[in-house]
């Protein structure tokens, strides 16, 4: 599959299946499973929900962020892709961030060797209730950056 085809695969699938802050954990599953699938090493963190990868070598480290939660509305757009989560749905664009963000590691991961540094990659959950972030630094995601 072309790599264009593929972010809107990915995207499709995120916004079939919205998960709300904190609950994002097929979410989280799902990104994984594409993570690793990739070959990108993923860091562990007590984190119930999102995840952390991170690639290249070196001192250096830069982080890149993507939100992962939905919103607690329903979806009427009446596109194929639509949301199955009744009272649910990605209206903010967190699916796009996540896709775009798949995108940008699959294209930094083939670059590896080429880094000065390393690139933490981000997938925060909970952003829409203002949790995530404060969950990610109090488990030392961005300790380093």
């Known amino acids: 599959m072309n790599p264009e085809s593929q972010l809107i695969e990915w995207r499709r699938e995120l916004h079939t299946w919205?998960?709300?802050?904190?609950?994002?954990?097929?979410?989280?599953?799902r990104l994984r499973g594409w993570l690793q699938a990739a070959g990108i090493r993923l860091l562990d963190y007590p984190?119930?929900?999102?995840?952390?990868?991170?690639?290249?070598s070196g001192e250096t480290v830069i982080a890149l962020r993507?939100?992962?939660?939905?919103?607690?509305?329903?979806?009427?757009?009446?596109v194929r892709f639509h949301s199955r989560h009744p009272g649910v749905m990605h209206a903010c664009g967190h699916d796009l961030h996540s896709a775009v963000m798949l995108g940008a590691a699959l294209k930094l991961n083939a670059q590896a060797d080429r880094l000065a540094g390393r690139v933490r990659i981000l997938f925060q959950p909970a952003e829409e209730i203002a949790r995530g972030a404060r969950q990610f630094i109090e488990a030392g995601v961005l300790d380093e950056v």
């Open 47 to 56: 984190l119930e929900t999102g995840l952390v990868a991170e690639i290249g």
């Open 18 to 29: 919205p998960e709300l802050s904190g609950q994002e954990f097929a979410t989280t599953a």
């Open 66 to 78: 993507a939100d992962i939660d939905a919103l607690p509305i329903h979806e009427a757009s009446g």
